[in-house]
């Protein structure tokens, strides 16, 4: 099987996964991942904190949003913009949304909009990793595209990136591709991830 191949094939299968798992399992999950992230200094300091619409069996994030508006945080959703790049709006908990062309919800006729290199802290949706920050997405590299800025600077740096994921996403090493942005962390619901720590061994 062709590399391409292999990759649909792990999308598939790991998507899949997550649609298949009960409410129940996803809001342990979603206490988890809070936990995760609160072992991390800056999700509770930086003052711009992406994150996205969960979909498609995507490990939300609505218990690890409220503590950032109370804190004085901003929380911003993104936004496809020209060039097939994100732009990233804040978002509060009421605010309208509206499908776009994906069917994942973003905020309407927001009054401010940032680029991706004025964020402090990004949280990136995924399908795999691996323990170095190596990262699955969805095809589209709108990502990658939107960050790749990060690749000419030494990491970590800001904004940082924290993927995302349920602790089955993770594998034991992704090839990367030349344009790929790795992550800093990824932060499951078991553990943070230091993805520039020197030991990658499997957790105990």
Do not use: K
Request: glycine letters at 8%.
């Amino acid at each position: 099987m062709d590399a391409p191949a292999e990759r649909r094939e792990i999308r598939q299968q790991l998507a899949a996964r997550r649609r298949a798992l009960t409410p129940p399992q996803r809001m342990a999950a979603a206490q988890g991942l809070r936990r995760s992230l609160e072992q991390l200094p800056e999700f509770h300091t930086d003052a711009r904190v992406a994150g996205y619409w969960a979909t498609d069996g995507e490990l939300p994030l609505n218990l690890a949003i409220p503590p950032l508006a109370e804190r004085g945080q901003q929380f911003l959703l993104p936004m496809i913009g020209r060039e097939r790049e994100l732009r990233f709006a804040p978002w509060r908990a009421g605010d309208p949304v509206e499908p776009n062309r994906y069917g994942i919800p973003e905020p309407v006729t927001p009054h401010e909009w940032f680029a991706a290199f004025q964020l402090d802290l990004v949280l990136v949706p995924l399908l795999a990793f691996d323990r170095r920050g190596h990262r699955l997405g969805y095809g589209g590299g709108y990502y990658d595209r939107s960050f790749a800025f990060l690749g000419d600077q030494t990491r970590p740096t800001e904004p940082l990136l924290v993927g995302i994921a349920y602790a089955f996403q993770e594998m034991d090493a992704i090839d990367a591709e030349s344009w790929d942005i790795p992550l800093d962390y990824v932060a499951t619901d078991r553990e943070l991830i230091d993805c520039h720590a020197t030991d990658h061994g499997t957790p105990a």
